[in-house]
T-cell receptor, first 111, second 112 residues
Framework: GESVGLHLPTLSVQEGDNSIINCAYSNSASDYFIWYKQESGKGPQFIIDIRSNMDKRQGQRVTVLLNKTVKHLSLQIAATQPGDSAVYFCAETPGFQKLVFGTGTRLLVSP | DTEVTQTPKHLVMGMTNKKSLKCEQHMGHRAMYWYKQKAKKPPELMFVYSYEKLSINESVPSRFSPECPNSSLLNLHLHALQPEDSALYLC???????????FGPGTRLTVT
């Protein structure tokens, strides 16, 4: 069963707001990072990625920022919509073919 | 086709049963992966196949046995599982090192 008190960090926003989800990664050797979105009952879905030779990358309504000095990633979602409600995971690649996921953040978007 | 398919969607099995999970991709990816995901936790890597050869086993108990019959298919054979093995089992594929992994919808496994 689950541990008592186990829960995901949650970010609650209003529709139309900008959302920022943060992630600390652990391995300074990681050179490739991905953000995934996971909706209830589904597998993780790729959102955006970034390599360690970049500090910012933009997609459609999403931006990923990478700060290697403090081993920190963030995902910015512009004009958040109810369909963005999901659990968001950052993932790093500390070794050959390995992908290690962060603990996840639940995003709740209210209309 | 950017889809990874997994069957079955749901599986309930007893501790003495033998069952298999199946995964298929037709994207020409040469790396395929099995992950285990418990409720409210991130996916955890179990196995990696690269060019149909097992390249990573993350110290998974032998009651889980992976198989890669060809470059499009990945199986996970289950035998003598424990109730704590109940989880969502995810399959993924990628072109290789340093590239995006595409995930299937998962098989929800319950061991009774």
């Amino acid at each position: 069963g689950e541990s008592v008190g186990l829960h995901l960090p949650t970010l609650s926003v209003q529709e139309g707001d900008n959302s920022i989800i943060n992630c600390a990664y652990s391995n300074s050797a990681s050179d490739y990072f991905i953000w995934y979105k996971q909706e209830s009952g589904k597998g993780p879905q790729f959102i955006i990625d970034i390599r360690s030779n970049m500090d910012k990358r933009q997609g459609q309504r999403v931006t990923v920022l990478l700060n290697k000095t403090v081993k920190h990633l963030s995902l910015q979602i512009a004009a958040t919509q109810p369909g963005d409600s999901a659990v968001y995971f950052c993932a790093e690649t500390p070794g050959f073919q390995k992908l290690v996921f962060g603990t996840g953040t639940r995003l709740l978007v209210s209309p | 086709d950017t889809e990874v398919t997994q069957t079955p969607k749901h599986l309930v099995m007893g501790m003495t049963n033998k069952k298999s999970l199946k995964c298929e991709q037709h994207m020409g990816h040469r790396a395929m992966y099995w992950y285990k995901q418990k409720a409210k936790k991130p996916p955890e890597l179990m196995f990696v196949y690269s060019y149909e050869k097992l390249s990573i086993n993350e110290s998974v108990p032998s009651r889980f046995s992976p198989e890669c019959p060809n470059s499009s298919l990945l199986n996970l054979h289950l035998h003598a599982l424990q109730p704590e093995d109940s989880a969502l089992y995810l399959c993924a594929s990628s072109q290789g090192q340093g590239s995006e992994q595409y995930f299937g919808p998962g098989t929800r496994l319950t061991v009774t």
